[in-house]
């Protein structure tokens, strides 16, 4: 490592202001979002000493000393199997601050079934100060959560902004679905929760006494009927991201449509909306305008291009729409008819998706057509205006139009301008089905 003569150093760490070095720690430790995954979480050991901010405490005394002096940079905690002595110190030296805690079984294998129960108790005698929680349920610390929000106004987390549920889904360590009821039951009770994630995919249970009204974000995942789904979604009037994600069930009763009239609701305040085809979203849409909405993902259930188009019409904002019939990795009950040809170019000449500036269809084998479609239409003398199919995950092909990729996560597998097709390299290698 190079160095340097003190007279060429115009600002030595040392020197600099307590006040400009916390900023520094602080800005070092910024997290982003409270929830790195919305479905997976972000479990990882923070309280090992390769993470921050011990990291910060290794590099001289002087900045150990800040550090420990900061309660800012101590008010997140992930644990790895760490002793209950060693997280009850990290609480000691933030004792007034808002909490953001996670808690789950995944990074703490092989360690005793009441390890995880010992931590939650310690976690719940700071319960006034939790402002954001994730955590992974086994039966006890479901038992635990649901005493904790059942407690007096002294100690029930009042200050709660941010709460992800995720039941367990091993066998031995499945909640009870009455202890889970019990726990939804209580969510009215958190009067600050802002952000509520629930994940569970084999779920059966209701969500009907979630507080929606006062929700700004949801993200779901749990099977549910199109009754439930509309009944939550309706309800959503101050959110402006939300995200309902089931798998397409086998009973029938989950995609049955309703037999009677629903009413027409306006959600004026959503910007995001994200619907999995096991909601049905084409039967969802029809009954909502949403005028401030900005971004639209949908799953299809049952193919209807009017409807989405009527729906469009009504929300003028949309500046992203993805339509991806098997949303994401629910293929298992995949409509067996394939898309027409016809129904392709639909999608991809019509005036109303057209006037939106990123758009990506993801129809079935939509992607193997294209190339045969653009050809034939160029040999008719109607050529299709530009094109790109691009693969944003190992899990979607996307055709249609996107003002600007992200290099990083999308990769450009064929462009199609003034008659002209440009295959990518990745194209070559996409593990797609290949052109039929």
Known sequence: MAT???????SPVSSLPVEIL???????????????D????YYDGYLTSRCSPFVLMQVCSHWRSI?????????FICPSYNPILYIRRWLAICPKYPL??????????????????SVFNLFAEEAYRWRSLSIELDPEVASELVNVLRSDSRTIPAQLQD????PSPQDHFKVPGSTLEALVALLPGLKSLRRFIWVDPWGKISLHDVPWMQLKTAIIKLPSSVQQVFSYLSQCTSATEIEFHSNTTADPTKTRLPSYRFPAFTLANLTVLKLSRGCDPMWLLRHFTMPSLQHLEVGILRRDQQVLEDFLKRSPSIHTLVVDERYGEDDAYADEVLISDHEILAYLTSPCLRAIPRVGIDLLYTKE?????????LDAHRPLPPLLCWRPSWYQRLVGWWDKLDPKYDALLFSYRE????????????DSDCLP
């Open 4 to 10: 340097y003569p003190p007279e060429n150093v115009a």
């Open 22 to 36: 916390i900023l520094i720690f602080d800005i070092y430790l910024s997290r982003g979002p409270v929830f790195e």
């Open 38 to 41: 919305e479905f997976h979480g």
């Open 67 to 75: 550090a420990l002096a900061t309660p800012s940079l101590w008010t």
């Open 100 to 117: 953001d805690l996670q808690l789950s079984r995944r990074p703490i294998n092989q360690v005793p079934r009441d390890y995880v129960h």
């Open 163 to 166: 709460l992800k549920v995720e």
């Open 369 to 377: 057509r294209i190339l045969a479609l653009i050809q034939q239409r």
């Open 419 to 430: 008659g002209a097709v440009e295959l990518s390299p990745e194209y070559e290698f996409d």
